[in-house]
């Protein structure tokens, strides 16, 4: 069936070339698939409007589509006098407009670019500088930094060195974002961002619960028993740790603050007692036993 652009703009057939073009920006403003994702009919109401401008909005068009020379899909009718009717396969594919909006071009000037102004703030938006590519490297660190928090130079993998400060308590998975250390802009914008993808490598002596870590320590059966003091490695250096007399293994003990250091609040060191015995074969030793 034919159509009638004419209405579909919502003008009448003595428009002058601004109310044609006054009343696009405004349906088109109304109807584009941004401000209604996923609703087919906005959509299509939109690729409707746009097609009528793109005969309309152009005088010598506008003109053979009123002497009947083009058909309202923008098709040559094969003679003229007919007046507008018939349809066809379509004059670039029936939705110049906006098939030149959806490959990032403009129509009949600036347009879009006024339909996007009012969308976006009243400005017309222009191609600026844009930032350079973020780069991505996957690092390794201590045990001790996670838990300390640190300040390291790293050579990464593509042999830039940086400058990384490590934040207490960070854990494998987590990403560090390092400002303005990825690849340059080649537009004259900002450079990129360094992302590091953190890898803790596991302790031998310590393991990590929350904010709180935990440990075996090795005391006397001496020590064990009279009481005493032990030294203790933490991932903040070796602190003595007091062993209460009559300690049997298994026995915990909290080193309080010597935890993951947060800033706000500090996790605590939990050890846990096992007595070894400095010489199982000990005359003495076996001679207590004996008597016990």
Same mark, same amino acid.
């Given at each position: 069936?034919?159509?009638? #652009?004419?209405?579909?703009?919502?003008?009448?057939?003595?428009?002058?070339?601004?109310?044609?073009?006054?009343?696009?920006?405004?349906?088109?403003?109304? #109807?584009?698939?941004?401000?209604?994702?996923?609703?087919?009919?906005?959509?299509?109401?939109?690729?409707?409007?746009?097609?009528?401008?793109?005969?309309?909005?152009?005088?010598?068009?506008?003109?053979?589509?009123?002497?009947?020379?083009?058909? $309202?899909?923008?098709?040559?009718?094969?003679?003229?006098?007919?007046?507008?009717?018939?349809?066809? *396969?379509?004059?670039?594919?029936?939705?110049?407009?906006?098939?030149?909006? +959806?490959?990032?071009?403009?129509?009949?000037?600036?347009?879009?670019?006024?339909?996007?102004?009012?969308?976006?703030?009243?400005?017309?938006?222009?191609?600026?500088?844009?930032?350079?590519?973020? #780069?991505?490297?996957?690092?390794?660190?201590?045990?001790?930094?996670?838990?300390?928090?640190?300040?390291?130079?790293?050579?990464?993998?593509?042999?830039?060195?940086?400058?990384?400060?490590?934040? +207490?308590?960070?854990?494998?998975?987590?990403?560090?974002?390092?400002?303005?250390?990825?690849?340059? $802009?080649?537009?004259?914008?900002?450079?990129?961002?360094?992302?590091?993808?953190?890898?803790?490598?596991? $302790?031998?002596?310590?393991?990590?619960?929350?904010?709180?870590?935990?440990?075996?320590?090795?005391? $006397?059966?001496?020590?064990?028993?009279?009481?005493?003091?032990?030294?203790?490695?933490?991932?903040?250096?070796?602190?003595?740790?007091?062993?209460?007399?009559?300690?049997?293994?298994?026995?915990?003990?909290?080193?309080?603050?010597?935890?993951?250091?947060?800033?706000?609040?500090? *996790?605590?060191?939990?050890?846990?007692?096992?007595?070894?015995?400095?010489?199982?074969?000990?005359?003495?030793?076996?001679?207590?036993?004996?008597?016990?």
């Amino acid at each position: 069936m034919s159509r009638d #652009l004419y209405k579909i703009l919502g003008v009448s057939r003595t428009a002058t070339a601004d109310e044609i073009r006054k009343a696009y920006r405004q349906k088109a403003k109304t #109807l584009h698939p941004d401000l209604h994702p996923d609703d087919k009919d906005k959509a299509d109401q939109f690729k409707e409007v746009s097609a009528a401008f793109e005969i309309l909005g152009d005088e010598e068009n506008r003109g053979k589509y009123d002497r009947g020379e083009i058909d $309202s899909d923008g098709n040559p009718t094969g003679f003229a006098g007919a007046g507008p009717g018939g349809a066809g *396969g379509g004059f670039r594919g029936g939705y110049g407009a906006y098939d030149d909006f +959806a490959r990032g071009g403009s129509f009949q000037g600036d347009a879009f670019e006024d339909i996007l102004s009012g969308m976006f703030g009243g400005q017309r938006r222009r191609p600026g500088p844009q930032k350079g590519a973020d #780069l991505r490297y996957r690092v390794d660190i201590s045990f001790e930094d996670a838990v300390q928090g640190a300040k390291r130079q790293m050579t990464m993998g593509d042999g830039k060195a940086l400058n990384v400060s490590i934040p +207490a308590g960070i854990e494998t998975g987590q990403t560090l974002r390092l400002k303005s250390q990825g690849q340059q $802009s080649r537009t004259g914008g900002p450079p990129g961002d360094a992302l590091l993808e953190v890898y803790v490598r596991p $302790s031998n002596i310590w393991t990590r619960d929350g904010s709180d870590l935990r440990m075996n320590v090795p005391v $006397s059966l001496k020590t064990a028993v009279l009481g005493g003091t032990v030294d203790v490695k933490t991932p903040g250096g070796v602190v003595t740790l007091k062993v209460p007399e009559g300690s049997n293994t298994g026995t915990v003990l909290r080193l309080r603050g010597k935890g993951v250091q947060f800033k706000d609040k500090p *996790g605590h060191l939990y050890a846990r007692l096992e007595i070894v015995l400095e010489d199982p074969k000990d005359p003495g030793l076996r001679e207590w036993a004996g008597k016990g």
